[in-house]
């Protein structure tokens, strides 16, 4: 029997999918982001808002995000809902945009984070950097990444299941590792109050509300995963009831974690010495309880980040599956193993644009990253307006609350972001515009005569009675 006659096994339970948002959501963002906001906004009070109103649009986007995964209950997330609401190219850019921003960049970002912290424990490893540096870079770090890279895709190779529970594992020692910093820092740390009252100067003079819209892109990046069990949809058991659960759940979950988070980090320095600080956690765990312990925290993160790592890994090649098997992307990404009954191809796709995006500066991706993700999650998100006319569509009581309220804020807020974006970052906007009218073309072009047929397969398979 051919691979692509295979499909994906249901054994993911409400564990394994709330684990899955919880691990895609706390990454490498909550370790870095503060810093940069602390630039950006100069305010206790602003930047600890800005991580505020991140949370509250992931929340509310979730909300949405469940709505749309109990009618569609099938792997690929956005792809299947921008598919059906605005047509096939949208759906293929999506995927597309996925490989190399939503997936790819962010498990490269995970990787190498993971690598910086492992280094920091063996100074002679660093890797200096000289002035005139290339647009590759080869150091103990890249060499790192691209093991764990490889590595975690093929761990990703045998079955789901097996997978699923080394993910809870590392979510769960996730999870431990940064409650414990946020209980011992607020008990045991040598902290100051009075750090939440001292400002910092800005760096740049944007008007704040201005600042604001683009300093959520970081916030966006740091947040996203919310919506990562819709990705796994045809793995999960009883989705109609799992799917909206997890998504809640997770999100709560690291809500509340990333606002203690910020409360320690600014607990233990001023904001200003915090400015521009990449590694804020680390800097946070010297202040509080001495620069000896810098060292242990920054191996307990490297283990933490392994379950960011890992899964993305698991989340980015369902969605490249899903486009094949419905007939817009190259047909061997659809291939399923028939023994461990997961998407092979498109795990190692995946990992062949993560090694090579490990190996290439990106100073502005975290902006372009974020630029992407909210463009497409708004889009999603705006798609209820139009599935909510459809008879049979079942409808969430939490999303009908005062409809259509929650779907316009989230929409409102991403419109927002973008605008701000193409005024501020105009050159990451040109990027993000070249990157879709790449897709498009490819589409156009090449891909939808080129992979296998059955162009209506999503239509029929996924057809609301």
């Not at 890249?142 to 764990?148: E, K, P």
């Not at 630029?371 to 599935?387: P, Q």
Request: charged share 10%; hydrophobic share 50%; net charge positive.
């Amino acid at each position: 029997m051919p691979e692509s006659s295979y499909t994906l096994a249901r054994r993911l339970g409400l564990a394994s999918a709330t684990a899955l948002v919880i691990s895609n959501m706390i990454g490498t963002g909550i370790f870095t982001t503060t810093g940069f906001l602390a630039g950006d906004l100069g305010s206790p009070l602003l930047v600890l808002l800005c991580w505020v109103i991140g949370a509250a649009c992931a929340l509310l986007g979730a909300v949405c995000y469940s709505e749309l995964a109990i009618n569609f209950p099938l792997s690929g997330g956005e792809y299947v809902y921008l598919s059906h609401a605005y047509g096939k190219t949208w759906g293929f850019l999506n995927g597309w945009v996925s490989l190399v921003a939503g997936f790819s960049a962010p498990i490269a970002a995970a990787a190498l984070a993971c690598a910086n912290y492992v280094v920091f424990l063996f100074p002679s490893w660093r890797h200096r950097e000289s002035p005139a540096a290339s647009m590759l870079q080869f150091g103990p770090e890249q060499f790192i990444a691209v093991t764990l890279v490889a590595v975690f895709s093929v761990l990703n190779f045998f079955g789901v299941r097996r997978i699923a529970l080394l993910q809870n594992t590392l979510t769960a020692l996730k999870v431990g590792l940064l409650s414990a910093f946020v209980i011992a820092g607020l008990l045991l740390g040598h902290g100051d109050w009075h750090n939440f009252s001292q400002t910092a100067t800005r760096w740049t003079t944007n008007p704040l509300w201005r600042q604001l819209g683009v300093s959520l892109f970081w916030i966006y990046v740091a947040y996203s995963g919310w919506n990562a069990a819709t990705y796994v949809a045809e793995e999960i058991e009883e989705p109609q009831r799992t799917l909206s659960r997890a998504l809640a759940l997770g999100t709560v979950i690291v809500t509340v974690l990333y606002l203690a988070l910020n409360a320690v980090f600014l607990y233990a320095t001023p904001l200003e010495s915090m400015k521009g600080v990449v590694a804020v956690g680390a800097l946070a765990a010297s202040r509080l309880f001495g620069p000896q312990v810098a060292g242990v925290f920054s191996a307990l993160m490297a283990c933490a980040l392994l379950s960011t790592v890992n899964a993305m890994t698991i989340a980015g090649p369902r969605v490249y599956y899903a486009m094949a098997r419905d007939g817009q992307f190259f047909a061997f990404a659809g291939g399923v193993h028939p023994r461990w009954r997961t998407p092979v191809n498109s795990i190692i796709t995946q990992a062949i644009c993560t090694i090579l995006l490990v190996f290439t500066p990106f100073p502005q991706l975290v902006i372009y990253i974020g630029f992407t993700l909210s463009l497409f999650t708004a889009m999603s998100v705006a798609s209820l307006f139009h599935f909510r006319r459809r008879p049979g569509w079942k409808r969430l009581r939490i999303v009908s609350f005062a409809y259509p309220l929650i779907p316009c804020l989230f929409v409102a807020v991403g419109v927002w972001m973008i605008i701000e974006g193409i005024m501020q970052q105009p050159l990451i906007s040109m990027l993000t515009a070249s990157t879709l009218a790449a897709g498009g073309l490819l589409y156009h072009l090449s891909v939808r005569h080129f992979v296998r047929s059955g162009n209506e397969a999503l239509d029929q398979k996924t057809k609301i009675s």
